[in-house]
């Protein structure tokens, strides 16, 4: 019987805690007796503590006797984590617990409780899309990949956000009782096994620029109002009187990307819209969004999304 141990704090949330553990305790249903998980919480007084959803939760042992008491020990994420300083005594803790246990990680942003305690160095990790880029500027000794669903290197598992953390922990169990367990755990849950693609299908590509009176806010809103016209460094550069030069250099200085990448993102999220909301065929949103072609738009739906347009209409299709 392996104990899993999650920790609690004020402002957890709560779906990052029930997901994983529903999973452990599940998997009890598939193995035999006494071979399967016990699942407990940890959390420093006063209790209960108050979850991001306005939820009150208990917990099983304090801190302290939860120190040693572990197989697996999770981290799940909070709102507020990735703008926080944890405690010393919080980070003194997990450094002291994550060294007794075989395995350990993070749900969501819990990677950065594990940022600002020195676990992440030299790993790599993931955690919420939204979230990704500060994990990688606080902790830049971590290898953030911003795409995947849940990572593991050695004894750290991280994972993406939120439901994610579900993954996370069909992915141990079939470490521990094989896929054929953690299928069944998904199916009786109504979760798949494993998603197709990673966690940018479920992002945003584009972000508002800083300044929206810039020029290069201007090209970026001229780009997403004629994606189905040549958007090339001189098309565009002539948009705003600038040499091709100075425009594309003062276009990576302020939009962080270069404008074929900007051009390639705004394509990518114009199809997944009309993928969402329409019935228009692969072809027709292929022309509509610049790609020229729906095997075009197909190569790069995979190499960004890992998954082809029809497969990720299937997923987020919004019924009308």
């Given at each position: ?46 209790l ?10 208990g ?32 980070l003194?803790w ?39 880029q ?7 000794q ?67 620029p ?26 565009l550069?002539a ?17 962080g ?19 969402e ?7 027709v ?20 999304l890992?998954v ?7 997923q ?5």
């Open positions: 019987m392996k104990r899993v141990a999650m920790l609690l704090f004020p402002g957890v949330q709560a779906l990052d805690v029930s997901g994983p553990l529903d999973v452990f305790a599940e998997a009890n249903a598939f193995v035999a007796p006494g071979q399967g998980y016990q699942v407990i919480t940890l959390a420093a007084p006063p209960p503590l108050r979850a991001s959803n306005g939820q009150l939760l917990a099983d042992l304090s801190l302290a006797q939860g120190l040693a008491a572990a197989d697996i020990l999770l981290v799940p994420g909070g709102p507020a984590l990735p703008d926080e300083t944890p405690g010393a005594e919080l003194d997990l450094r002291a617990a994550c060294a007794q246990v075989p395995r350990y990680g993070s749900i969501c942003t819990g990677a950065f409780l594990l940022g600002h305690a020195g676990l992440l160095d030299g790993k790599r990790v993931t955690t919420h899309w939204n979230d990704t500060r994990l990688a500027e606080l902790f830049p971590a290898r953030v990949e911003p795409d995947r669903i849940h990572v593991r290197d050695g004894a750290l598992v991280t994972s993406a956000g939120v439901t994610a953390g579900i993954d996370l922990a069909l992915a141990l169990v079939a470490e521990d009782h094989g896929a054929a367990v953690a299928l069944s755990v998904a199916k009786r849950l109504l979760v798949v096994a494993q998603r197709q693609g990673g966690q940018s299908q479920f992002s945003p590509f584009l972000r508002a800083v300044d929206e009176r810039s020029p290069v806010a201007r090209i970026q809103r001229h780009v997403q109002e004629h994606l189905d016209q040549p958007l090339g460094v001189p098309q550069a948009k705003v009187a600038m040499s091709p030069r100075s425009f594309a250099r003062i276009f990576v200085r302020e939009a990307v270069t404008p074929a990448e900007f051009v390639q993102r705004a394509r990518l999220d114009a199809a997944r819209g009309l993928l909301g329409s019935d228009l065929a692969l072809k949103i292929a022309w509509h969004c610049g790609f020229g072609s729906a095997a075009r738009m197909r190569r790069v739906f995979v190499q960004r890992g082809t347009p029809t497969q990720y209409r299937e987020f299709r919004r019924e009308g």
